[in-house]
């Protein structure tokens, strides 16, 4: 598959997803600001991948600073950081990944300023493929979870592009399906930004593994009368006690598997649980433009003007009807304690 992010010839090169599934596009960002607004406007999306994609947003900002003193080299490296952290508010992989390239700085205080600009575009491309060396990882533990003949339901788009590559919820489908195991997927379109029935079936497609989409009121008549064996979903921040932030919608989709007794599995790298959230009630969630709910897909307004619309990104599932969390570290399960030793 063509990547979400790369780095090649001194540019950061992104899949455009805005433009996924009519058109495949590359954006090319020659600067910082490029990246940070690409990430605003969701052309590249999910935890995972707006950390890697803000870690060279970094690298890329810095080898342009002319700073002639590391003092001066340091203060603008950290405000391109600052920036960059600014873009979207409830993954906390972004946070952590421009924190890493933080410490980097730090460290290397003592070292010329060219070294340096080479150590932070070092660490980035490290998380680059440590990201999808823990999706595999993620996708052998979730795999055993998946049997032979199983209908899946997932939510929002935990794929290849919402990550450096192979996926988080669709890490663990991709590699059970390497395993031979016949499976089928069931994607939520995703209201209001359609990262189901855009993303999700385009990658699916590309891997050639079975997936039909349906809207999102369809989640509970699928599973009472069609049925559906498992849910997955990825996350963007997992709090201390297990509560989930993950793409609006992700909650209503747990209740109803707690409701139909189904399993709700979550699969994330370690670095989306959050240690210093306590609860779910602590994540921030973002709100976005009125004007992804009044159309859809920017086509006519669906929505009388005047009327009020409500739009956050995300939502929080209580850790109550999370079966289990899939991390590379391993399969937590609840009460969640083992949440702080895997870190
Ligand atoms: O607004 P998005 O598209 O960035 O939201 C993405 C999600 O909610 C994903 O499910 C989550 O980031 C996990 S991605 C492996």
Redesign the pocket.
């Known amino acids: 598959m063509i990547p979400t992010v790369e780095w090649k010839d001194g540019v950061v090169r992104l899949l455009d997803q805005s433009r996924l599934p009519n058109s495949v596009e590359i954006l090319e960002c020659r600067d910082y600001q490029t990246v940070a607004r690409a990430i605003r406007e969701?052309k590249v999306?999910?935890?995972?991948?707006?950390g890697v994609t803000a870690a060279l947003g970094v690298a890329l900002g810095a080898q342009a600073v002319q700073g002639p003193t590391m003092e001066l080299f340091t203060k603008a490296v950290f405000g391109i950081c600052q920036e960059l952290a600014a873009t979207?508010p409830t993954?906390v992989n972004l946070f952590w990944a421009i924190d890493r390239m933080k410490r980097v700085l730090s460290a290397c205080q003592e070292n010329p300023v060219a070294l340096v600009k080479q150590r932070l575009l070092e660490e980035a491309q490290t998380i680059l493929e440590e990201d999808i060396a823990i999706n595999r990882a993620i996708g052998t533990h979730g795999a055993r979870l998946l049997q032979d003949g199983q209908r899946i339901l997932t939510?929002?788009?935990?794929?290849a592009l919402?990550?450096a590559g192979y996926?988080?919820?669709l890490g663990v489908v991709r590699a059970a399906w390497e395993q031979g195991k016949q499976i089928h997927v069931f994607a939520d379109e995703t209201r209001p930004?359609l990262?189901g029935a855009r993303l999700t079936a385009w990658e699916l497609k590309q891997d050639g593994i079975p997936v039909t989409v349906m809207t999102d009121n369809m989640a509970g008549a699928l599973m009472r009368q069609e049925g559906i064996d498992v849910c997955i979903?990825?996350?963007?921040r997992i709090a201390a006690n297990g509560d989930v932030a993950?793409?609006i919608g992700?909650y209503a989709v747990a209740v109803l598997a707690h409701v139909h007794g189904l399993p709700f599995y979550v699969?994330?790298p370690s670095s989306t649980v959050d240690l210093n959230t306590p609860t779910g009630d602590a994540i921030p969630i973002e709100q976005r433009d009125e004007q992804e709910v009044r159309t859809i897909n920017g086509g006519p307004a669906v929505i009388p003007d005047g009327v009020a619309v409500w739009n956050p990104?995300?939502d929080v599932t209580p850790a109550k009807y999370v079966t289990a969390i899939i991390t590379e570290k391993g399969i937590v399960r609840p009460g969640y304690e083992e949440l702080q030793s895997i870190i």
Do not use: E, S
């Open positions: 969701l999306r999910g935890a995972p991948a707006i979207r993954a939510h929002c788009n935990a794929g919402a990550t996926g988080t919820a930004v990262q979903v990825g996350a963007d993950n793409k992700t699969a994330a990104a995300f």
